[in-house]
């Protein structure tokens, strides 16, 4: 047993790989946690019409940055998801719109507005008329932080089981015997691309059957753009396992590559509130694919957009998905001629 | 014309310091032609050269009259690695028709070719199980069908009858020899000098050089040997003076 022991030491000792993952990565991924839970008081913007001075003071002891816009620029800001709420007064008393894309942050603003209107200064009756941009009491848990999960879990499952089978490719023999035919390398991604593309459409269908199914989450927006999405955030998944996996040396690398590539994903594309985040953290997700993967699942799901208004997270998909196939057929052109 | 000629071939491995070659080197269309030497003297090297699987850190490789990355010659040459480089999941029977399909053939002529491989090779029966089920002999059988698959003018083949049977070993040299004598230029390598001794020509290879190139009667003449081993001990001892 004590030769097992240090034959596993020595292994250990000779792989820096193995050794980044077993005491690098926790403590990286343990610090980010961190950020997330230890998170400070965000001050969130609320576009407001006429207000007394005194109630614009409370909003802003209550945590909340008031500016006095029109009510057309109030919505053009809710719909950017520059500001979370929109607070008029009228003759029944005081009205709020609330962004909604996020419930969480729906709440926490509804709750400061609350706040503010009942700190003794105000006298303003207490009976807030609550209404909803997006979503709202209709839409449950369930049907805000699905959308996103689901993006993510395509985009995991199609990177893993392209990126093994990718590998006993290369680690079986058979890519080499493949790059001696006439078959180009584009080719072999294409075809790797297509087959996979029918399992994502497949492994979609379903996933989007349970959640808006059987789990009863709902959708404001098009169940075929949904599933077009669906496709892409796979691919993406797709191409990110071919590539590493010509990148790595055995499948316990392509292994080590998830909490380097996938755990980021998972962390800083917005699935979870970012809000709280150092700003340069907040700026990772710029770079991520899942952040505009889980943007436009937010917004066909909750927000109702169609097509043109994704237009911006489909082409940063498209992009990823062709910079990083065309990369893999560069990379196994080199490898045709090691 | 000739099949191969490699001239000044040298492949450096900087971070093993090992070096093959320098290698020159002639092998004449429809012969069987033997690279013969212990592991390790640069025998899958050289194969991987001359398939354009690596590129040369010197010297240059002809095959067929084309440059070894010409893509024209991946349907014209058929190269079967060491390692059986086969889907355990698939048939013998898919094996072929994909890679058949790969090299371009499809419909009756991809069918007919199917057939006649599997008969060939004596995997008619086993044509439908999945290849995890094979001996190794069965597996072996099937690599070679797949790099006979586009009808090749050269084929490369390293180490083609290691691990099996005498009896399989004989069937396989007598299909080489047909081979051969239908045009097909047959480059192999080996380490059993029983083997070479089939050869029409050989080279022997030790520690990345070239000892000698020539047919296996003129070698044993040359170094005044009985056996193709003892020729082999003459030229290496000659070498180390």
């Known amino acids: ?338 | 014309m000739d099949a191969i000629v490699c001239h000044d071939l040298t492949r450096r491995f900087p971070q093993a310091h090992i070096t093959i070659g320098p290698v020159d080197l002639i092998v004449p269309s429809g012969t069987v032609f033997g690279l013969v030497g212990p592991s390790g003297c640069g025998k899958t090297t050289l194969v991987r050269l001359m398939a354009g699987l690596l590129t040369p850190s010197r010297g240059h490789v002809e095959v067929l009259g084309l440059g070894s990355h010409d893509h024209r010659l991946r349907r014209r040459v058929g190269y079967m690695a060491q390692a059986d480089a086969l889907y355990p999941e698939l048939s013998a029977v898919e094996h072929l028709r994909f890679f058949g399909a790969a090299y371009g053939l499809h419909g009756k002529g991809l069918a007919l070719r199917v057939d006649e491989l599997l008969s060939r090779t004596g995997l008619e029966k086993a044509g439908l199980r999945a290849v995890r089920e094979y001996s190794g002999g069965m597996r072996r059988r099937l690599s070679l069908a797949i790099a006979l698959l586009p009808s090749p003018s050269l084929l490369l083949l390293d180490e083609p009858t290691i691990g099996l049977d005498p009896l399989l070993r004989r069937d396989l040299w007598a299909w080489f020899t047909d081979l051969s004598r239908a045009g097909t230029t047959i480059l192999l390598t080996t380490h059993a000098m029983d083997e070479a001794a089939r050869c029409a020509r050989i080279a022997f290879l030790r520690e990345g050089s070239l000892l000698t190139a020539d047919a296996p009667q003129e070698v044993l003449r040359r170094t005044r040997t009985q056996s193709l081993d003892d020729a082999f001990i003459a030229l290496a001892e000659r070498e180390a003076v």
Do not use: C
């Not at chain 1, 999960?149 to 990718?166: D, E, K, M, Q, R």
């Not at chain 1, 029918?198 to 009863?216: E, H, R, T």
């Open chain 1, 1 to 338: 047993m004590l030769a097992l022991t240090v034959r596993l030491f020595q292994q250990l000792r000779r792989d820096p790989r193995t050794l980044a993952m077993a005491f690098v990565a926790p403590l990286l991924l343990i610090w980010l946690l961190s950020l997330f839970v230890g998170a400070k008081a965000v001050r969130y913007r609320v576009d407001v019409g006429a207000l007394p001075p005194s109630l614009m003071q409370s909003l802003d002891r209550a945590g909340l940055s008031a500016h006095q816009v029109s009510g057309e620029s109030a919505l053009s800001d809710l719909k950017s998801g520059r500001a979370a709420a929109y607070l008029s007064l009228s003759t029944s008393g005081p009205r709020l719109l609330l962004q909604g894309a996020s419930p969480q942050t729906a709440q926490v603003v509804r709750m400061r507005i609350a706040q503010a209107l009942a700190a003794p200064a105000q006298g303003q009756s207490l009976h807030l008329l609550v209404r909803y941009l997006y979503g709202g009491p209709g839409f449950g848990a369930l049907s805000y932080e699905l959308p996103p999960v689901l993006a993510f879990f395509l985009f995991f499952f199609a990177y893993i089981l392209s990126g093994i089978t990718f590998l006993r490719e290369r680690l079986q023999g058979t890519l080499e015997r493949l790059l001696y035919t006439p078959l180009r390398p584009l080719a072999i991604v294409s075809g790797y691309f297509a087959a996979f593309g029918v399992v994502a459409a497949v492994q979609s269908a379903l996933v989007l059957a349970l959640v808006f199914g059987p789990l009863g989450a709902r959708y404001a927006g098009s169940l075929a753009l949904l599933g077009l999405l669906s496709l892409l955030v796979a691919w993406g998944g797709v191409v990110l396992g071919l590539l590493l996996s010509t990148l790595a040396r055995s499948e316990f690398q392509v292994i080590q590559f998830i909490p380097l590539v996938i755990v980021p994903q998972a962390l800083f594309s917005g699935i979870l509130p970012l809000d709280s985040l150092p700003r340069w953290l907040q700026d990772v997700g710029a770079v991520l694919p899942m952040t505009y993967a889980v943007d436009a699942f937010r917004r066909v799901a909750i927000e109702a957009n169609g097509f043109s208004d994704i237009g911006g997270d489909i082409t940063v998909l498209l992009s990823f998905i062709l910079v990083l196939g065309g990369l893999n057929v560069a990379l196994l052109h080199r490898r045709q001629a090691a």
